[in-house]
């Protein structure tokens, strides 16, 4: 299997349990917040849906762009040759601000966004039948907080992403399971 597979099936596995993690929630549950800055279920897969979307479209954009000879990202960056991990350890805050674009802002029932954010596969899966394992190490569009990546570490900051959030809507169910119990208490 290519590299370029292996990520997306990296990607398409993450979704995938993403999603699952979102069955336990009813709609008043999805739109419960332990806090009034938290994020609820719905506006958390909302933010994944635009984050991812853009993300997607910028490096389709790139990649043509790069074809073309009308787009370059090339040159040395902090980022080349690191992990995604490692990446987001030393470019994010613990709590960071979500650019704009990505922000949540519809609100709506979460079996729209999650069906929205389960459609992105595809568009990724079709971006991914034009990108060669050679383009893997080429710059792709900056990211807003963490500046040049590889088209392969853009790939690799969606799974990390997707997981990323899917932690948060763990953490969810169990302070809303806690709320719960000392209500029932």
């Not at 991812?52 to 902090?78: C, D, F, H, N, P």
């Not at 979500?98 to 979460?110: D, E, I, Q």
């Not at 595809?122 to 893997?136: I, P, Q, V």
């Not at 710059?139 to 997981?163: C, N, V, Y």
Request: hydrophobic share 40%; net charge negative.
């Amino acid at each position: 299997m290519s590299a370029t597979n292996q990520l997306l099936q990296q990607v398409a596995m993450a979704r995938r349990q993403y999603i699952a993690s979102l069955a336990d929630f009813d709609e008043q549950q999805a739109q419960w917040k332990p806090s009034p800055d938290s994020w609820n279920a719905v506006e958390i897969t909302e933010h994944l849906f635009w984050a991812e979307q853009g993300g997607i479209l910028g490096m389709w954009k790139t990649l043509l762009g790069i074809r073309a000879g009308t787009v370059s990202y090339e040159g040395t960056s902090s980022n080349d040759g690191l992990p995604i991990d490692e990446i987001i350890r030393l470019t994010w805050q613990e709590k960071e601000i979500v650019p704009a674009v990505a922000a949540p802002r519809m609100g709506g029932p979460l079996g729209f966004w999650s069906a929205a954010l389960a459609g992105l596969q595809s568009s990724l899966d079709a971006f991914g039948e034009l990108l060669t394992d050679e383009e893997l190490s080429m710059k792709a569009h900056p990211h807003p907080i963490s500046g040049p990546m590889t088209f392969g570490q853009r790939l690799e900051f969606l799974r990390f992403h997707i997981d990323r959030h899917r932690g948060q809507v763990e953490n969810l169910k169990m302070a809303r399971t806690m709320v719960a119990g000392t209500v029932d208490s």
